[in-house]
């Protein structure tokens, strides 16, 4: 794995931890961020060996403080449009083969927010907060935050988190559906890493199939989603993890998957 000035990669396992370092800056997201971070998911991409990636921010009070608003200074339209272009770190974990998940340790703000809306499953410390706070900048959300925010919890809570950049806290989050699970801050990474560990132990191309599938429900008509899905389906028995899964049910043992 490469060196990195802003992100570190650590591998327990099969599980991947990506963590945006910069601690004194509450991990906001500069265009290095993304840069590096991208860089680094194609290298996960490519490693046989990561089932899983799950992205953190380090130090104990902060996930990512959204953006790095004094990289805003000096940004015209259209240099601003060329930094989100489709290799930012959002469209980049959106269309990552593998799953990922935010482990989100504390503020969790614009374009953070927008982050770990992009990742597959969000799980969060009780001390999170989440908000999209564009608006008191004078600015929208420009990183998914008022189309995968709307589609996650509907335009009601998203509207009004959009309209008011209020943060709202990891209980609301869980309620709204924009968290699936809260630990304590001291039981987030092993939490979070145990059910990244259940995750990996599945069929890789499975994982990657039902994702698609997924993700799709929310870009799709309901005709078209479930000819996508019957598709997806029928791929699955062209592999081999699929004779290994029936297999192992049948001779009532654990299935060894190989991603074939
Ligand atoms: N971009 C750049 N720097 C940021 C940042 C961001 N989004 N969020 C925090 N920082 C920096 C602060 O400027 C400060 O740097 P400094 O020590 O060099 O002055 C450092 O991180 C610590 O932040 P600070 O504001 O002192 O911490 P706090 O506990 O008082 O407040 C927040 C925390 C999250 C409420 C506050 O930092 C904040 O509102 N950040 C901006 C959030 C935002 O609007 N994000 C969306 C951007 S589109």
């Not at 130090?59 to 601003?80: L, R």
């Amino acid at each position: 794995m490469s060196n990195y000035e802003t992100i570190t990669v650590e591998k327990e396992g099969k599980v991947a931890i990506l963590t945006i370092n910069r601690p004194d800056k509450l991990n906001a997201l500069s265009s290095m961020v993304h840069i590096e971070g991208v860089e680094a998911l194609d290298e996960l991409r490519a490693d046989e060996g990561v089932r899983v990636v799950v992205i953190t921010g380090a130090g104990e009070k902060s996930f990512i403080a959204g953006a790095d608003i004094s990289e805003f200074e000096g940004k015209t339209p259209i240099t601003q449009r060329a930094t989100f272009n489709e290799r930012t770190l959002f469209n980049t974990i959106d269309s990552f083969p593998k799953p990922v998940m935010a482990m989100v340790n504390g503020f969790c703000l614009g374009g953070g927010n927008e982050l770990a809306l992009a990742c597959d499953l969000r799980i969060c410390s009780e001390n999170a907060r989440f908000s999209q706070p564009e608006i008191n900048l004078g600015i929208i959300p420009g990183g998914g935050g008022t189309q995968r925010l709307t589609r996650l919890i509907g335009e009601g809570r998203s509207m009004e988190m959009c309209l008011t950049g209020d943060m709202i806290d990891a209980e609301t989050a869980h309620r709204f559906g924009l968290i699936n699970h809260i630990y304590p801050l001291a039981e987030l990474r092993q939490k979070t890493l145990e059910l990244a560990g259940k995750i990996a132990e599945k069929a890789p191309i499975a994982l990657q199939l039902a994702k698609e599938a997924v993700k799709f429900a929310s870009r799709s008509n309901l005709d078209e989603g479930l000819r996508r899905e019957v598709d997806l389906f029928a791929i699955c028995f062209s592999t081999e993890d699929k004779k290994e899964g029936v297999s192992a049910f049948l001779e009532k043992r654990k299935p060894e998957f190989k991603g074939k």
